[in-house]
């Protein structure tokens, strides 16, 4: 008999060995596929990632709080907006457009009005032409400065000290000076002065630092400014009015308009001594003669490369 037999407990015990060894499989399986799919699914995703670049989340840092600012940056923004807001009434009301003109001849005088002044004006007058006088105000002649304006030229400001190492410190202390500047030649004459000429030209080895600040702010406040293009070189010491002349006219060629540079300080005797040979000379070669105002399109200097 089969049941109870010696073979029926050996194929029982196998049987239930079997059943137990199945279900261990089973679990086993099913532990190891849950591992196998976490594996899969995190390494799938890693890689993913990486070959689409997308960007692995990362929390952004917290915005920087804001800063203090430094006492040199606020004293750097305090500086700069004192000097556009120091003297509000140091405005001129610009001309609009410039005129446009052909050759033309502008005589410019600069660092007047001294003892050459009277001699240069009957000069003016005795030729029948007329000119700008950029003129230093400080401890100038208020009845020379009247003079100029009532024979009919045209004055400009040259500043008030002339002292490069001052003016030039800053834009601001350069305001304090065009405003000293522009007061006394308004009081002197009645007429708001709307052109000036910097010393030294309105680029030099002074202001290297503060030029495109300074131009900017002087052109803001309505002033034209004007360089030259033809020099007496009449600061050269010791120069002859022959050289004066030659300089001038040896200058001229090419150009349209003339701007040119001559000085009227006291020791300037051979400037004077030139200028009927110049004047007649230019009259010669067709050039006309006319003072400065806010419609002449200004000669300036380039601003150097960097
Ligand atoms: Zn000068």
């Not at 410039?98 to 502008?106: D, E, G, L, Q």
């Not at 709307?194 to 309105?202: A, K, N, V, Y």
């Not at 003669?289 to 300036?300: A, G, L, R, S």
């Amino acid at each position: 008999m089969y049941l109870g037999s010696v073979r029926f407990f050996k194929h029982l015990i196998n049987l239930t060995m079997a059943i137990v060894i199945g279900i261990a499989v089973m679990g086993i399986y099913t532990i190891v596929s849950q591992l196998d799919v976490n594996f899969f699914a995190k390494t799938a995703g890693a890689a993913a990632a990486e070959e689409f670049s997308i960007p692995s989340y990362e929390p952004l840092p917290d915005p920087p709080e804001e800063e203090t600012p430094s006492e040199v940056t606020a004293a750097f923004k305090i500086t700069e907006m004192d000097y556009q807001l120091s003297y509000p009434k140091l405005y001129v009301e610009p001309a609009g457009q410039f005129i446009p003109r052909n050759k033309t001849v502008y005589l410019t005088f600069d660092d007047g009005p001294s003892a050459r002044t009277p001699e240069i004006l009957e000069i003016l007058k005795a030729h029948d032409v007329k000119a700008t006088f950029f003129v230093l105000t400080k401890g100038s002649d208020p009845e020379l400065l009247k003079r100029i304006i009532d024979e009919g030229h045209a004055i400009g400001i040259h500043t008030h000290t002339h002292k490069y190492g001052e003016i030039y410190a800053s834009v601001e202390a350069f305001l304090d000076d065009l405003h000293a500047a522009y007061e006394i030649i308004y009081q002197a004459t009645s007429v708001q002065p709307t052109i000036l000429r910097f010393p030294g030209g309105s680029i030099n080895a002074y202001n290297r630092g503060i030029y495109q600040e300074l131009i900017a702010e002087v052109l803001r406040r309505g002033f034209v400014y004007y360089d030259w293009n033809v020099s007496t070189t009449d600061t050269v010491s010791n120069i002859t009015s022959q050289d004066v002349v030659r300089n001038v006219i040896s200058d001229v060629e090419g150009k349209n308009n003339l701007f040119i540079l001559a000085h009227d300080s006291s020791n300037k005797k051979n400037t004077v001594k030139a200028l009927p040979e110049i004047i007649t000379a230019l009259k010669e070669m067709g050039y006309v003669f006319d003072k400065i105002d806010n419609t002449v399109e200004p000669v300036v200097f380039a601003y150097p490369q960097p």
